[in-house]
């Protein structure tokens, strides 16, 4: 009998795009395959959490809930970014929720205290309990990377660093200069369907003619040819696509862009879970957190070159900017909710791939390398 993890399952995925069929709707509903996916993929690859300028001052902290990893990113008494399980080291209780600004990270079950180097300042009642030693108690670290403004979580205790999982991405998206953009504009939408199908519908542009007719021009990109963690394509073009169609007036392009990114725009598929829209005035992220198999939460980002944000028309223009994702990324939504509801109809089968889609293919396949095979393969 096939079980859910055989090699064999799967062959016809692996085919040529245009010899392939789509993932089995186990794969996007079946418990187990998301368990496994949380724990080989999500707890031992670098996840992109949120954007530095979001956590912009000592005692700022950011409270995030990815693969059932409960973590707090801060900035310390020195600025610097740290990461942390958000779990007290006393009987389990949650730290943090949301975010805010603390001079210290303080239990709300006991009243244990750490500082935001993570030591514990403070334990009332312990003074009795033998051999225990502060010293040992501390909060537990987390792996934490930055690189162009975006910082990343890693579960894993150790492994490749952050340049290793990003590979020849930087060459690509190194002149935006996005380490000095800001972001301007956050959404968080709660959806009903399987994280990958997010990330799948932003990887094709089969879709953009049908889902966001009135919305948004078709697209037809190139593949870009990656190494690393990611897939991407990128698309040649005249003007501004970040704003609504439309809008009387765009931001200017980036200055320092140079080569194909002074042409057009890349779309870059950041494995697990992210997404981000490289353009010629702005730059937009998303982020795709599991939550069971059939719901996903999406923090999505807008941001600006300083340039952009000093100029005295920028809060008159930027509306038009927002309304474009703020109406694109709800027709996503209400697109992926619909094909998990079919996904998991007993009749459903796997389909087949359209030329358009070689980026569903590759997340696809990204997938399977790292799930299929047996936990004593792992």
Request: proline residues 6%; negative net charge.
């Amino acid at each position: 009998m096939t079980h859910l993890f055989d090699p064999a399952l799967y062959e016809r995925v692996r085919l040529p795009l245009l010899e392939a069929e789509t993932l089995p709707p186990a794969g996007y509903t079946d418990p187990a395959f998301f368990a496994r996916e949380m724990e080989r993929i999500f707890r031992v690859h670098w996840n992109l959490v949120c954007r530095a300028d979001e956590i912009p001052g000592p005692g700022d902290y950011r409270a995030i809930d990815l693969a059932g990893v409960p973590a707090i990113v801060l900035r310390d008494d020195n600025g610097g970014l740290r990461a942390f399980s958000n779990v007290c080291r006393h009987r389990g209780s949650r730290l943090v929720s949301e975010h805010g600004t603390a001079k210290a990270i303080s239990c709300p079950y006991h009243g244990w205290s750490y500082g935001l180097d993570g030591r514990l300042l403070a334990a009332a009642g312990m003074e009795k309990t033998k051999n225990f030693d502060p010293a040992r108690f501390g909060l537990s670290p987390l792996r934490l990377a930055e690189w162009a403004g975006f910082v990343f979580l890693n579960f894993g205790a150790d492994g490749p660093g952050i340049d290793d999982h990003l590979g020849n991405l930087t060459g690509y998206l190194r002149s935006h200069e996005a380490e000095g953009m800001s972001c301007v504009h956050r959404r968080v939408y709660d959806v009903a369907c399987n994280w990958k199908l997010c990330l799948e519908n932003q990887r094709e542009s089969y879709h953009v003619a049908v889902v966001h007719r009135g919305t948004l021009k078709d697209q037809l990109p190139e593949q870009l040819e990656a190494s690393g963690n990611w897939s991407g394509s990128w698309f040649r073009h005249d003007g501004s696509i970040a704003a609504r169609l439309g809008a009387g007036k765009a931001l200017p392009e980036i200055p320092t862009l140079e080569g194909r990114a002074a042409e057009g725009t890349y779309f870059i598929g950041l494995y697990p879970a992210s997404f981000l829209v490289f353009t010629l005035d702005c730059m937009w992220w998303m982020s795709f957190r599991p939550v069971v198999p059939d719901r996903t939460q999406i923090v999505t980002g807008l941001c600006f070159p300083e340039g952009a944000t000093r100029r005295p028309d920028f809060e008159a223009i930027l509306p038009d900017y927002v309304a474009r994702t703020d109406v694109s990324h709800p027709e996503d939504n209400r697109a992926t909710e619909l094909q998990q509801r079919g996904l998991a109809s007993p009749h459903a089968r796997p389909g087949r791939f359209s030329h358009r889609e070689a980026g569903v293919h590759a997340v696809d396949n990204w997938i399977l390398d790292r799930v299929l095979g047996s936990d004593e393969e792992a």
